[in-house]
């Protein structure tokens, strides 16, 4: 009997899979690959049953013979284990990022005359209502609220980028890229209060209220799924700032960043050339004390950002602050620094990590940008934030075509570097 693989990346059982299954069963005996919690996270099929539940789910679906872990995206341990004859999946895969993986498996096959099947995808009203329900569920604040600490303990590195409205949401949860054999994506969101202000017009000092800031946290909630983590600021007053800790737990953020900063607050990356002051180490243990009493949840976390480098405090500053607000209840670390060089951040986390190996360090390379990924992770960095770029690139992009229409007096010599209108219409979809 020859022997037939699909991979399932689902934990809802509808008519398209059943299609698969009875695609696959002309072919020879039916293995089901499950898709393993890290690979599913990584493709943003965030799952709502444990991975033990999804292997007893798919088992006992008729057809099924047999099913085992894949535990990656892409198809090279499986395949050179279970050696199929076929590897069936829907033609969604023939386009669009997916492709890559398509790409990959057709590569494995070839190299002992496995053949591929591409199954038309079924899209019925039935399988659409499933699909979009699962998506509806990972957007309820139940289920996003957990995401990070749940990611954390999943992907090497959490990757966050700043959000600010609907649209900045819909590129952080929907921009997926194939390169060099991998598809990534941005993992989290970070409502920046750079941003947020700089969307109104106004300057980072804490002048946008908290109740504009919720509703760019309601506009981004609306159109996503993907976790949040929230820009606090200095919090304000402990009094306030437990408010604030309450309502963000209860509407599914998954963290706040807040900063040891104290009175008028100025943009960090201003550093020492205004006057900016940090709060006392006494002070703001208590305000992160007096929240974590506040939270209800074990997921919400409350991180402590450091501003110690930022204002030239030093490192032995830094790393007394680190531990004593861990001490008061903090469940991350964030540590900032406006150097191009990234030696000052990498010498603290290593310093942090040799005396605390858990709490999660939180970094945002906005200057010491040339810093990737695997190496922050090898210093042990757990989330990474980009906190400025989306803003920072529409910026020009919009004044240059406002200047150039100026200069022209009609539209015609900015199009071809516009989003084409027929993208822009169906850039949202509709319910
Ligand atoms: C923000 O994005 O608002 C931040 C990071 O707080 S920074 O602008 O670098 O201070
Ligand atoms: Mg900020």
Redesign the pocket.
């Known amino acids: 009997m020859k022997k037939v693989y699909t991979c399932f990346t689902t934990d809802f059982i509808h008519e398209g899979h059943k299609n698969i299954i009875r695609e696959s069963q002309k072919y020879g005996e039916v293995i089901v690959g499950v898709l393993s919690d890290e690979a599913m996270v990584r493709y943003n099929r965030y799952p709502s049953i444990s991975f033990k539940e999804r292997m007893e789910l798919i088992k006992n679906l008729e057809g099924v013979s047999d099913v085992v872990v894949q535990k990656e995206v892409m198809y090279d341990q499986v395949i050179k284990e279970i050696h199929p004859d076929y590897v069936v999946h829907g033609d969604n895969w023939l386009e669009g990022p997916m492709r890559a993986i398509r790409d990959n498996v057709e590569k494995l096959l070839s190299e002992y005359g496995g053949k591929i099947i591409d199954v038309p995808y079924t899209y019925n009203e039935d399988v659409r209502r499933i699909e979009l329900r699962m998506k509806e569920l990972m957007a309820m604040p139940e289920y996003r609220r957990k995401r990070l600490k749940q990611l954390i303990n999943l992907r090497p590195i959490v990757k966050a980028i700043?959000v600010h409205s609907g649209l900045t949401g819909l590129i952080a949860e929907k921009t997926v890229v194939e390169h060099d054999g991998e598809i990534d994506q941005f993992d989290a969101m970070?409502i920046?209060?750079?941003?947020d202000s700089t969307a109104k017009g106004k300057p980072?000092i804490e002048v946008v209220d908290m109740t504009s800031r919720y509703r760019t946290i309601d506009d981004v909630m609306e159109v996503t799924t993907k976790p949040i983590i929230f820009?606090g600021?200095t919090g304000g007053k402990t009094e306030h700032f437990v408010y604030t800790v309450r309502t963000l737990e209860r509407i599914g953020v998954s963290a706040v960043i807040v900063?040891d900063k104290i009175g008028l607050k100025k943009?960090?990356?201003f550093g020492t050339e205004v006057v900016q002051k940090q709060d006392t180490i006494k002070h703001f243990c208590h305000k992160i004390s007096e929240a974590k009493k506040i939270q209800l949840t074990d997921e919400f976390m409350i991180i402590a950002r450091i501003e110690s480098l930022i204002l030239e405090q030093g490192m032995e500053d830094a790393l007394n602050r680190a531990e004593a607000y861990v001490k008061a209840g903090a469940d991350g670390i964030m540590i900032?620094s406006?150097k191009k060089d990234p030696a000052e951040i990498l010498e603290f986390c290593d310093r942090f990590r040799a005396q605390d190996k858990t709490t999660p360090i939180v970094v945002?390379p906005?200057s010491y940008n040339t810093i990737t990924e695997a190496e922050l992770e090898k210093h042990g960095v757990n989330i990474v934030i980009y906190?400025?770029q989306l803003t920072r690139s529409a910026f020009p992009a919009m004044e240059q075509t406002a200047k150039d229409i100026l200069k022209y007096h009609r539209a015609k010599e900015v199009d071809d570097r516009l989003l084409p209108i027929k993208d822009i219409i169906t850039l949202i979809n509709e319910l």
Do not use: T
């Open positions: 700043e970070w920046s209060s750079l941003c980072d820009d600021d900063e943009n960090s990356l900032h406006r945002v906005s906190a400025n």
